[in-house]
Nanobody
Framework: QVQLVESGGGLVQAGGSLRLSCAAS????????MGWFRQAPGKERDFVAA????????YYADSVKGRFTISRDNAKNTVYLQMNSLKPEDTAVYYC?????????????????WGQGTQVTVSS
């Protein structure tokens, strides 16, 4: 079991930046691949980015490629999402998730544990 707590969301103007953090409990954080997803009102939960167990591999949705960066610090049991050049369409609740098996999974159904989410609002 792992518990995940996101932080770092907020209100930012278009073109601005935010860094989300996801702190994990437990001693086995490095055995989980991690992902970030987002969900806007009335829409499905969409994949944003994923990172492998050791951090050596990453994958991004086309909509955020070149603007967002996922990283992790296994010594701190934390995964990050650096978001630059934010757009109003990035507005959503952002969730981090942990995956025990698949690695760089794109479907939210393949993740085992989820945080409570953090709101990101980008004004135009």
């Amino acid at each position: 079991q792992v518990q995940l707590v996101e932080s770092g969301g907020g209100l930012v103007q278009a073109g601005g930046s935010l860094r989300l953090s996801c702190a994990a409990s437990g001693r086995t954080f490095s055995s989980y691949a991690m992902g970030w997803f987002r969900q806007a009102p009335g829409k499905e939960r969409d994949f944003v980015a994923a990172i492998s167990w050791g951090g050596g591999s990453t994958y991004y949705a086309d909509s955020v490629k070149g603007r967002f960066t996922i990283s992790r610090d296994n010594a701190k049991n934390t995964v990050y999402l650096q978001m630059n050049s934010l757009k109003p369409e990035d507005t959503a609740v952002y969730y981090c998730a942990a995956d025990r098996k698949w690695g760089l999974a794109l479907s939210y159904t393949l993740y085992d544990f989820w945080g409570q989410g953090t709101q990101v609002t980008v004004s135009s």
